[in-house]
């Protein structure tokens, strides 16, 4: 008897530390849950503080992207060239603005050379860019063929094209870069429109049936330049 008595109390003593074990525990798990919440509040909070710090610090080396023209020091033509951008985001990094040329088109016969150009891009990069030198260039012109305003450059869409001396259209940024100032001396503006059916008619004639058609309707619509020149049917014999 004194020994189930015994048992009985060991049991009543061990659930009672249990329960209050459990106690304590539910006490504690939403603390430790509001704490591991604000944990992630503040490492979200780093990690964004440390991105915004990467792009300010990055940012001046995005006017610098994409191919440029200059005039090269040595020759004193048109050269393209391309800056080192990921070194130059490593220095702005630092703190530090080294600007180095990353590709050239006198590369590599000239690779050694002082890098001359580099005061160019410099002191004004966006009028040295080539996306901005043939946008300027297309502003205010008409297409050849259509006489519709060339629409302004996107990335997101075609772009108008060229027609050379010997009248052939070509996309200008099929061209070499450093022959660019003397293509548009040159060339005349197409639009794309225009361009693609240029180039189907040179590639493909078999393909197109040429119909030349001329205002000349009674309220000045388009008809077909033969048709006033058709013959009139014979009167039948008698």
């Not at 990094?93 to 016969?109: D, I, K, N, T, V």
């Not at 063929?145 to 108008?160: A, E, F, N, T, V």
């Not at 040429?210 to 049917?233: A, C, D, M, Q």
């Given at each position: 008897m004194a020994i189930?008595?015994?048992?009985?109390?060991r049991q009543e003593t061990f659930d009672e530390e249990e329960h209050r074990s459990c106690a304590f525990s539910?006490?504690?798990?939403?603390?430790?849950?509001?704490?591991?919440m604000w944990l992630v509040y503040?490492?979200?909070?780093?990690?964004?503080?440390?991105?915004?710090?990467?792009?300010y610090r990055a940012r001046p080396v995005a006017r610098f992207r994409g191919t440029m023209l200059v005039t090269c020091p040595e020759t004193r033509e048109p050269a393209a060239v391309?800056?080192?951008s990921w070194r130059a985001t490593v220095e702005a990094?630092?703190?530090?603005?080294?600007?180095?040329?990353?590709?050239?088109?006198?590369?590599?016969?000239r690779r050694d050379c002082e890098q001359g150009c580099l005061c160019e891009i410099e002191a004004d990069p966006e009028s040295h860019r080539v996306w901005s030198i043939v946008s300027r260039w297309y502003e205010g012109k008409k297409c050849?063929?259509?006489?519709?305003?060339?629409?302004?450059?996107?990335?997101?869409?075609?772009?108008?094209a060229l027609m050379n001396v010997g009248r052939r259209t070509v996309d200008w940024d099929d061209l070499a870069p450093e022959k660019?100032?003397?293509?548009?001396?040159?060339?005349?503006?197409v639009c794309w429109n225009c361009h693609i059916i240029e180039t189907l008619i040179r590639e493909h004639p078999e393909r197109v049936?040429?119909?030349?058609?001329?205002?000349?309707?009674?309220?000045?619509?388009?008809?077909?330049?033969?048709?006033?020149?058709?013959?009139?049917?014979?009167?039948?014999v008698a």
């Open positions: 189930t008595e015994l048992r009985l109390r539910a006490i504690l798990r939403p603390r430790k849950e509001v704490v591991m503040v490492l979200f909070g780093l990690l964004a503080l440390v991105t915004a710090y990467l792009i391309k800056i080192a990094l630092r703190g530090r603005r080294r600007l180095e040329l990353g590709e050239c088109s006198r590369w590599p016969e050849v063929y259509c006489r519709k305003p060339i629409q302004p450059l996107s990335h997101y869409d075609r772009g108008p660019l100032p003397e293509a548009l001396s040159a060339c005349l503006p049936t040429f119909r030349p058609w001329e205002r000349s309707g009674p309220i000045g619509e388009y008809v077909p330049k033969n048709l006033h020149e058709r013959t009139p049917t014979s009167k039948p």
